[in-house]
């Protein structure tokens, strides 16, 4: 997909001159850093919860060999079905089978941007079983036929009058320009469905090793739902997700209801071990688990970004990335948006293909200090500029290092090459450069001093 | 071709054959051993069951939860009783326990015991859901229910009202003691299902506006006894 450069460079640049659109998402945003700020003033020690967050994740996925197998063994002597998947296709396949076993006639799906990673409703569709996303905005979005926007908040690059058409379109309901009659109507057409679903499908934000148990946050009931009314429940994770205790949750919890969405702790967060158990009045019957590498084995083998695997999803590094708020989530055409998706995509997908992600900051570092589980993520934004270089450096790289390093080891010719760089810096403004037409356009070239710092050096000091 | 499992696995020791760095702490000195040690550091839960009350109030009038408490049982089941008049409930489903029955027995309405295996449209169909629970959080203002304390999964998020009646020593400080407490309650029989309710549904998927009742619940009620 040597192509995905230039669609983002299009899409970045019609996004960013879009102010009405920008003023909207600035808007939208406006609500969460005031909750955020609040909720995190409850804190007695953020930054040092943010070490205990960062040394939960690490000390898993450091270790995540034994831990993996800890959770997996737990898991199964709680009467649940384990797959392993080495890509998107075995994970497809495996569900599909699931599907076909239980001869499926519906399926209702919670939020799960593992599934996006994997084009699993795509899969789905293709063999005939109809899904439907069940969290409101990946509702929508699915109505739309579109990406999610940004990954804990699918739509919301979408007005509210747009909504009221799409819903009038699809489910002939009366428009209306009230966000509370809108939820109204996906929840009264939605409640039939988990009814009517033979099987839900979730994805899982953490994966106890001591207990076997997945975790499951969300805001609005519907993987409660998911997880409740269908015979079977599908879980479909990242091996990442893993942490080693219980207790690691005290604070993972919290801590990613406070910075991905600005609450003290979202709505319901769901532990589930199992099947319905003997004595319980419901549940499904059946419990699988399918577990995604996926190339996550790849960023593992890399210590330097390593970190980058400790991610809990909270979106916190897309709310304040300035390049995120001007060229928008779908711009990037990946699953996972913003510095944290620019840092990991090139792992997952190719660095060839998606280093230009990399670039695709200020490096101002508002990721970084966002991160509750303190990943190093604009560093690594430069880590993969410098490995993509070393890889598979560009003519541009090869001529101008190559011509630096000749130049800065010969100083009669650094002396000489500056020299002729004062003396036609003027001439410099006119001419059509490349590479710096876009900088240049805005930009005046500052004016050349009279003399080197060299020769300032001497003449001041020797 | 070997399986996924062992593929998976052998990839994940190679590639931690090279260790990583720890992150960049702010007390690289003393970096917490266990999550445990974080407590001090995450949002206040009350030392005495005193405090844990207060700021359980706070973050519930916060999250739009109703808290009512009562003196006794007998009020408790008042104040049901009350509540359901005024919402005009036609249906009220419950989960069978010493602490419900009394309340449900005041209702003037239909009341179900959904313990048994049920009607999944019933359940739909019911205004309000009634269970116990295993633990409120007053840090946070979450709910603890189990597949055993609510009578199964769907029973505390289905009904379009979610009532919990509890005895005020329920109250624990923080997440990491009824995490605590589940262990010890549960060990390695766990209930299939545990459910922290933080609030009634919510979402805020359209322009980030906060509406209430997204899937779940609309109303969530606590009646604290004692």
Not at chain 2, 39 to 56: F, Y
């Amino acid at each position: 997909m040597d192509n995905s450069k230039a669609i983002f460079l299009k899409e970045a640049t019609v996004n960013a001159a879009d102010g009405v659109q920008r003023a909207f998402i600035s808007k939208a945003l406006g609500g969460y850093y005031t909750n955020r700020d609040l909720q995190k003033a409850r804190y007695r020690d953020w930054e040092r919860a943010r070490d205990a967050a960062s040394m939960a994740k690490w000390s898993a996925v450091n270790d995540l060999a034994n831990v993996l197998e800890k959770f997996v063994n737990n898991f199964e002597r709680n009467g649940g079905v384990v797959h392993w998947a080495r890509d998107a296709a075995e994970a497809r396949d495996i569900i599909l089978k699931i599907a076909e076993n239980a001869k499926a006639k519906a399926i209702v799906k919670s939020k799960c941007m593992t599934s996006e990673e994997i084009h699993l409703n795509d899969a789905l569709e293709k063999a005939g079983f109809g899904v439907v996303e069940s969290d409101l905005g990946e509702f929508i979005q699915q109505l739309r036929g579109e990406a999610p926007y940004h990954f804990v908040f699918p739509c919301m690059h979408v007005k509210r009058e747009a909504i009221s058409e799409l819903f009038t379109k699809h489910l002939g309901t009366a428009p209306t320009d009230s966000p509370e009659e809108l939820t109204m109507i996906a929840r009264r057409h939605l409640r039939q469905l988990y009814v009517d679903a033979d099987i839900g499908i979730t994805g899982a934000n953490f994966l106890v090793a001591e207990t076997g148990q997945i975790s499951i946050t969300e805001n609005e009931g519907n993987a409660r739902l998911t997880a409740a009314l269908p015979r079977i429940h599908i879980a479909l994770s990242g091996i990442e997700k893993v942490v080693n205790e219980l207790d690691d949750l005290s604070v993972l919890l919290p801590m990613l209801a406070t910075a991905g969405a600005g609450q003290p702790m979202t709505c319901y967060n769901t532990l589930y071990s199992g099947p319905r158990k003997k004595g319980e009045c419901d549940g499904p019957e059946e419990f699988h688990i399918v577990l995604l590498d996926n190339a996550r084995t790849r960023l593992l083998a890399d210590p330097e970004q390593r970190d980058a695997l400790h991610c809990i999803r909270c979106g916190a590094c897309l709310n304040v990335c300035p390049i995120f708020k001007n060229i928008g989530g779908l711009a990037y055409g990946t699953t996972y948006q913003g510095p944290i998706g620019s840092v990991i995509t090139p792992h997952l997908r190719g660095l060839k293909q998606w280093n230009h992600l990399s670039g695709a900051s200020s490096l101002c570092g508002a990721c970084t200090d966002a991160c509750p589980v303190r990943i190093d993520l604009h560093h690594h934004l430069l880590h993969n500029r410098r490995n993509a270089a070393k890889e598979s450096p560009t003519l541009f790289d090869r001529v101008f290092h190559n011509g630096f390093n000749f130049v800065i080891k010969r100083p009669w010719l650094f002396a000489t090459g500056g020299r002729i760089f004062r003396a036609t810096l003027p001439l410099l403004q006119k001419l059509p450069l490349p590479y710096m037409g876009a900088w240049m356009k805005t930009r005046d070239l500052p004016k050349a001093p009279a003399q080197s710092f060299r020769d300032q050096w001497k003449h001041d000091h020797v | 071709m070997s399986d996924a499992r062992t593929d998976i696995f052998a990839r994940i020791r190679e590639a931690l054959k090279v260790k990583a760095p720890k992150p960049h702490l702010k007390a690289q000195t003393s970096s917490p051993k266990t999550s445990v040690a974080a407590k001090p550091w995450l949002p206040d839960g009350g030392e005495t069951a005193e405090d844990s009350l207060l700021i359980l109030a706070e973050q519930l009038a916060k999250l739009k939860a109703v808290l009512i408490r009562v003196p006794d049982h007998a009020s408790a089941a008042k104040a049901f009783a009350e509540l359901a008049t005024t919402k005009s409930w036609k249906k009220v489903a419950y989960h069978g326990h010493e602490l419900t029955r009394p309340l449900a027995a005041t209702l003037t309405c239909e009341a179900w015991e959904a313990d048994a295996s049920f009607d999944k449209q019933k359940l739909e169909g019911s205004d309000a859901g009634l269970t116990t629970c295993e633990s409120i959080v007053a840090q946070l203002g979450s709910i603890l229910v189990s597949s055993r304390s609510s009578g199964g999964r769907a029973l505390s998020v289905l009904p379009h009202v979610h009532v919990v009646i509890a005895e005020a020593s329920q109250v624990v400080p923080d997440l990491g003691a009824a995490l605590a407490l589940v262990k010890a309650r549960h060990g390695t029989d766990m209930p299939s299902m545990l459910s922290f309710i933080t609030g009634p549904s919510r979402t805020g998927d359209i322009e980030r506006i906060l509406v209430l009742g997204a899937h779940g619940p609309k109303e969530l009620f606590l009646i604290l006894v004692g």
